[in-house]
């Protein structure tokens, strides 16, 4: 399985692909200011908890890039990470990203020396993130056996991650031992990154696929047809809670019910030591407008509210192992 | 609460509330031949269990007055009565009120009888279905309490039935009462019931609404913010099982956990006496493009399949009480 070029450094500047416009369409954005980066992580143009993770480390070193060679420096700089850090609140790898190009950027000496640090730093992550996923294929691919039907949710996938992901890479290495029979893959609603983004790419890697709506799944786990459902994580707290996309609970829930193993693929960077368990981890809730509108077409009345967490907390009890790049934690 | 004028005999002919159209459009069709009533329920103009087996009574009524008056006038209608039956194969109601129809169309002499006896009846069950609506409302409502934040899914409301609905039956009664502080209501994809219909009724009979994606209901129950989940059904079991819209054993599955009570609100022409449990019932299966298409945009990859059941069961150990007519089942 060929990487796919989710974010890469080129020419001084940060190229995402733009995930908004998939899967109709292959378009790459290029990010040279630390604001349009911002935009972009707040308007999911690149999204994923490694990948967000990554993308700001390469911020970073835009905002090197483009702060003056003064006194200035590392307060501007420092700024630029600060509005970075704030683009998003639950996924743990963008602080953890965020943290080690502060401590670079606090001992390089001078403006250079902070560019090309950081840029090294940046690179090494994108590169620990493909090994990790390799890895994590590997883990898990050996739990699961020849013939298997698995189900995932949302985008854990090489779009999540700088190219290869965390569920995804499971079942991209399942899939090159020839195990995969088909994989069922939730829409997850409002922002349908099942269906164009984790489709997208397990069909461009010639993995049969079948999208279903959300509330299809638990009584799919109930028929006996799934072998295995397989989840990427935003954040795993030290008790093993596990914060991902909104519905990873019912998955869950119907998995344990159906005595279906419910597996989670996460690198290790995914663990926050800091948070001790599912309840200290804030949830972002997201506006109206996505599911005020279908398309240009409005569909919820004027004077109905939304209430629209980007993501729930699985309790650890419910989690049959998590599979990390080091190996399997049950 | 006044019903809403889901479907209505007027001037010779059946006049649907196009439910396609809301919540932006409230516009009315007329039919006046049973191709366009076969149209109209196959299409979701009209839908709901119970308005589907009225809207079929009435096209009863229809087949007989478009029917030559000659030898061939019963094998015509009867005729008419196998199109409408074969609209929509998981709601009970529809064959029950085909059966009477034809047992009517046997007894009569004549087409003239034929119509006046058949339009009778149709008159009779959508003036049954207000009243069972209202003793629904009244039984399920004293199962609540004042301040009761209730969770409801699809649309199970008087736009499902000849004006009052099931499950919102006891939301409107329990909200005379002054009883409800919020109503959640599951969007309920892929046609989005909830988020135009539910969320329509709600919000014009003034109660609090506040719209969710379905995969956000799950988690929101194990917070405890829910009292209670009221949901209406496609057909009942002889042992309590219960078809209802696609998502439904996810929320029986997430309140059981959460220790909240699942309410199924049917009519007793909901249940069956043939299908002795859920395992009999048909699921039907619609079509790919009800996943596709978000507006005009295409948010599915050619080469992914879909797996879209319009229904699930939900065994009856997970519902706390089904609310009828005649009284409380548990």
């Known amino acids: 399985m060929e990487p796919i070029p989710t974010l890469r450094w080129v020419d001084g500047s940060l190229r995402l692909l733009d995930q908004r416009l998939l899967p109709d369409e292959e378009r790459y954005v290029d990010c040279s200011r630390v604001e349009e980066l911002v935009r972009a992580i707040k308007t999911l143009t ?134 995969v029979s088909q994989v069922y893959v939730d829409e997850t609603r409002p922002l349908l990154q099942g269906a164009r983004l984790t489709a997208w790419e397990l069909c461009r890697a010639g993995v049969p696929v079948r999208v279903l709506p959300d509330s299809a799944a638990p009584s799919l786990l109930r028929s006996g047809t799934v072998d295995a459902v397989l989840v990427g994580a935003d954040r795993v707290a030290v008790n093993g809670d596990v914060a991902n996309k909104i519905g990873t609970y019912t998955l869950a829930l119907a998995a344990m019910k159906a005595e279906v193993p419910f597996y989670v693929v996460a690198p ?43 993501f729930d907390v699985t309790p650890s009890d419910m989690v049959t192992a998590l599979i990390t790049e080091r190996g399997i934690l049950k």
């Open 46 to 179: 690149v999204r994923g908890a490694p990948a967000i993770g990554i993308a700001a480390a390469y911020g970073a070193v835009i905002a090197a890039m483009t702060a003056d060679d003064d006194g200035s420096f590392p307060d501007r700089v420092s700024a630029d990470l600060d509005a970075l850090e704030s683009t998003r609140p639950t996924a743990v790898n963008l602080f953890i990203c965020i943290r080690r190009q502060r401590e670079i950027l606090q001992r390089a000496e001078g403006k250079d020396e902070a560019v090309e640090l950081l840029l090294e730093q940046a690179n090494r992550f994108l590169e620990e993130d493909l090994e990790s996923s390799r890895a994590m294929g590997r883990f898990g691919a050996d739990l699961l056996e020849p013939d298997s039907v698995l189900l995932t949710h949302c985008n854990a996938g090489g779009l999540a991650t700088a190219g290869l992901g965390t569920a995804l890479a499971v079942i991209y290495e399942a899939s090159d031992r020839g195990w």
């Open 268 to 310: 290790l960077s995914s663990f926050d030591p800091e948070t001790q368990d599912g309840g200290g981890i804030e949830i972002e809730h997201r506006g109206r407008e996505e599911l005020e509108l279908l398309g240009d077409r409005k569909v919820l009345p004027d004077r109905a509210e939304v209430y629209n967490p980007a």
